[in-house]
């Protein structure tokens, strides 16, 4: 039997995993989790009001409940337990754990409060137990979102919803009643480069558009210029533009017009800024503002740049959150790391220097991308070890103790893993919590007590 162990329980490590056991009666894979909790992104991640992308958690559970596939987490690999460890214990290890940090503005005042990151925000509403205290102050008018991927708009239509559409989602209920009572009533998305270079994706724009209660709001000159390159543009760009072009520039039809016009809540892009300086209230404990840098475009089609023209404008606004990119982070100094991409350096999945090391997922390739390249990508990496192993790069020759030599490592630690069974009694529980709200689930969002619901 060839034993692999995979870091990280989200869909890299799951669908890694899938693929290994599913293709081959002689692997057994175990995973180790940092989170008491499985799934990655997919549960703090993915937006609430998204419950159809969170079915993947059933197939994961089917491969977590493989006879050869086991769960262990509340195991944070690098501080419980060393990768060298781990390859002394297994006969591979696939690092799929991820992105977990963020990429920073930059720019003055970036720590005010009333200035978050996208993933600290989006992990507040998701239950993610490092940010359950972020309890952002939504009593200001005006929000502004620099970044306009499909993160930004997720952040953007959670700010805007009405409660009554989140209300039975697995959202947290304290997000849900701070959210309740915020006046944030306009949301500006802003990005560098213009129209043709949105980064989002179709359904999340047309989510925004479809918002009930909220009118877009855009700058009209921003569109100069574009209905004429539709013709040359690839189709999905071409679709994307033309719903763009219909709610920025074109003339309702009488309905629409009405739904508009009586729309209490607001949202827009802003195309060409860069933010230069978050501005301070007067007594400079929080943000009231944002310095933007007008741009202008450089070079052509999608290879565009901006460049500043020397204009700047100032927005006023009392929650600024970025969503300019996740980015991985080292976990083990005895792992390769590229410091200038933000990711393990790898060949096909192969880590490159080390032998029967092997990566998935976002660490992999970076933080783009949908559960579905993730998917592919993690399918990729598991044909490269399995591949290795028929043609003896990868040895196999000895017996491995497996997760037997990492508990007693871990149990030394004094740290006890959270398995698979473990992880459905907190899964029931809080089912339970949520049915008398009419919600699939109430998150629990304290590790402690994770771990007593688990163990219980
Ligand atoms: C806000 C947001 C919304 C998204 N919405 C969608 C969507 O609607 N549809 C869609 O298809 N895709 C969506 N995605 C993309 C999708 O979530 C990713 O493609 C996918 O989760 C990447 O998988 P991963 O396993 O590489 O990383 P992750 O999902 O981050 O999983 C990594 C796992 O590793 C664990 N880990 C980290 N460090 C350690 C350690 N030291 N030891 C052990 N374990 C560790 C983490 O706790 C985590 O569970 C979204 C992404 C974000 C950020």
């Known amino acids: 039997l060839t034993i692999v162990c995979i870091v990280g329980g989200g869909p890299a490590g799951f669908y890694t995993a899938q693929h290994l056991v599913k293709t081959r009666p002689d692997v057994q894979v175990d995973i180790y989790e940092r989170l008491p909790v499985p799934f990655g992104l997919v549960r703090f991640g993915v937006a609430p009001d998204h419950p159809e992308v969170k079915n993947v958690m059933n197939t994961f559970t089917q491969t977590a409940q493989h006879a050869r ?21 297994y006969h591979a290890v696939v690092l799929s754990y991820g992105a977990e940090g963020n990429r920073t503005l930059g720019v ?38 620099l970044g306009q991927g499909n993160v930004a708009l997720d952040v953007a239509r959670i700010l805007l919803s009405p409660v009554d559409i989140l209300k039975n989602t697995d959202i ?15 949301v500006l998305i802003v990005g560098r480069r213009g129209p043709l270079q949105l980064a989002c994706t179709i359904k999340e724009l047309r989510e925004m558009v479809n918002l009930p209660g909220t009118r877009p709001e855009m700058e009209a000159s921003d569109f100069e210029c574009i209905a004429k390159m539709l013709k040359v543009l690839p189709r999905p760009r071409k679709r994307l533009t033309e719903l763009l072009l219909k709610v920025a520039v074109e003339t309702p039809e009488e309905t629409e017009l009405e739904r508009r016009n009586s729309a209490k809540r607001a949202w827009g892009f802003r195309f060409f800024r860069s933010p230069v300086e978050i501005l301070p209230s007067d007594d400079l404990t929080r943000a009231a503002g944002i310095r933007l840098a007008v741009n202008r475009l450089e070079g052509e089609g999608e290879d565009v740049w901006a460049v500043t023209t020397g204009e700047v404008e100032d927005v006023e606004c009392g929650l600024v959150i970025s969503s300019i990119g996740y980015k991985s982070l080292p976990i083990d ?16 999945g192969r880590v490159q ?20 390249t993730t998917m592919n990508d993690s399918f990729d990496t598991a044909r490269t070890l399995l591949h290795d192993m028929d043609e003896g790069t990868l040895d196999i020759s000895t017996v491995k ?28 529980e809080e089912s339970k919590r949520g049915e008398g709200r009419g919600k699939p689930r109430e998150k629990l969002l304290d590790v402690g007590e994770m771990l007593k619901v688990a163990w219980t």
């Open 172 to 186: 947290t209920q304290p997000a849900l009643d701070t959210l309740a009572e915020s006046s944030v009533r306009r």
């Open 401 to 428: 103790p497996g997760s037997a030599g990492v508990t007693t490592i871990l149990e030394k630690r004094g740290v006890k893993p959270v398995l698979f069974s473990d992880w459905e009694k907190i899964d029931s």
């Open 353 to 372: 220097k080390c032998a029967g090391l092997y990566c998935s997922g976002w660490v992999k390739r970076g933080p783009t991308g949908v559960i579905a």
């Open 333 to 348: 100094p005895a792992v390769p790391f590229d410091p200038r991409k933000h990711i393990i350096p790898n060949t096909m």
């Open 69 to 89: 596939c086991s769960f262990h987490g509340n195991v944070s690999v690098g501080k419980d337990v060393t990768v060298q460890e781990l390859q002394e214990a």
């Open 108 to 145: 003055p005042g970036e720590d005010l409060a009333g200035v978050h990151s996208a993933k600290d925000f989006v992990g507040w509403y998701n239950g993610l137990p490092t940010n359950r205290d972020l309890r952002p102050d939504l009593r200001c008018e005006t929000a502004v979102i």
